[in-house]
């Protein structure tokens, strides 16, 4: 019996709406979520969305070729420390220079007045900032492992969209998309991305067909 299935219309709108998608498959299901993943990760970046496949660990045996091993975002507790240094208007700062000595970075910009401001030099860490995510055969964020405990702030800043195929989970998504008729995720994933306006492509249809052959 099909649970649950969230108007479609709401999810078009959360894609529409959306300027960074995650995809995040379960790492219990294995190779089904995966490969599911893979193809609604194919058919966002197709449709023009900023998109990114997030899984630690090893891919699944006969994935490896479904998104390149650089497309996959696969360490989420690391993040990037960003300087800036605002010397517009310091007309005589021609020279920059930059050293690492005993693991320290130092920049030298020059020459500025005495009076720099210094707060004019700022830093920040960044990290994943995006605003719609994809769960995909999770029971509940438990089966997500670490990449849910290294990126909990960010799922709690973000929309989900929970996909799953059993009758267990947990409902914990502002969209539940809940089939337990779907012979897999993969099957699942391409029919309901259709009608959210979805186009399958090359890659999004290998994708889901290799989900399917290992479901079956």
Not at 42 to 69: F, I, N
Not at 95 to 117: C, E, M, Q, W
Not at 136 to 162: M, P, Y
Request: overall charge negative.
């Amino acid at each position: 019996m099909k649970i649950e299935n969230t108007d479609k219309q709401q999810i078009m709108d959360l894609i529409r709406q959306a300027k960074h998608v995650a995809v995040v498959p379960s790492k219990v299901v294995g190779a089904d979520a995966y490969c599911a993943a893979a193809g609604l990760y194919h058919m966002l970046l197709e449709s023009g969305k900023e998109a990114t496949l997030v899984h630690e660990g090893k891919v699944p045996t006969g994935c490896e070729d479904l998104v390149t091993e650089s497309d996959v975002s696969a360490n989420v507790s690391e993040r990037d420390l960003i300087v800036t240094i605002d010397y517009s208007n310091l007309q005589n700062a021609t020279s920059a220079h930059y050293s690492t000595d005993n693991d320290v970075l130092t920049i030298r910009i020059g020459p500025v007045p005495k009076d720099f401001d210094s707060g004019r030099v700022k830093s920040k860490v960044t990290g994943f900032n995006f605003d719609l995510v994809f769960v995909i055969g999770a029971q509940g964020f438990v089966d997500l492992g670490t990449t849910f405990r290294n990126l909990q702030s960010e799922f709690e800043r973000a929309k989900v969209v929970n996909i799953d195929i059993t009758n267990r989970n947990e409902r914990f998504g502002v969209a539940n998309v809940i089939d337990t008729t779907a012979d897999s995720l993969s099957t699942l994933v391409f029919s309901e991305s259709i009608l959210w306006g979805l186009t399958p492509g090359k890659k999004s249809a290998r994708a889901f067909l290799t989900g399917i052959a290992h479901r079956d």
